[in-house]
């Protein structure tokens, strides 16, 4: 079993930044691709981004492509999002999710968090 811990989340300005950490234990997730996900009110979960195994590759969602980067440290067990340029409509709570194929659909992951709540104000 693999447990997730996502932190980091808050309040923010539009044009801000943060950076959520997902910090997970039961077992090393270095087989394992992690990506991150948000729901917002009213909304299904959505993909935000995904990291392989390695870190070498990287996928975005297109609402977020170029403004989050996504990254992982293997040897703290953790993966990362750096979100700049925060926007109003990325207001969301954010998911960090395991599984073992890069995809966009959350069928795809068998681990999740509890989610950290993103709030960008305007």
């Known amino acids: 079993q693999v447990q997730l811990v996502e932190s980091g989340g808050g309040l923010v300005q539009a044009g801000g930044s943060l950076r959520l950490s997902c910090a997970a234990s039961?077992?090393?997730?270095?087989?394992?691709?992690m990506g991150w996900f948000r729901q917002a009110p009213g909304k299904e979960r959505t993909f935000v981004a995904a990291?392989?195994?390695?870190?070498?590759?990287?996928y975005y969602a297109d609402s977020v492509k170029g403004r989050f980067t996504i990254s992982r440290d293997n040897a703290k067990n953790t993966v990362y999002v750096q979100m700049n340029s925060l926007k109003p409509e990325d207001t969301a709570v954010y998911y960090c999710a395991a599984g073992f194929a890069v995809a966009m659909s959350t069928n795809e992951y068998n681990y999740w968090g509890q989610g950290t709540q993103v709030t960008v104000s305007s």
């Open positions: 990291v392989s195994r390695s870190g070498g590759n990287t």
């Open positions: 039961g077992r090393t997730v270095t087989n394992l691709v």
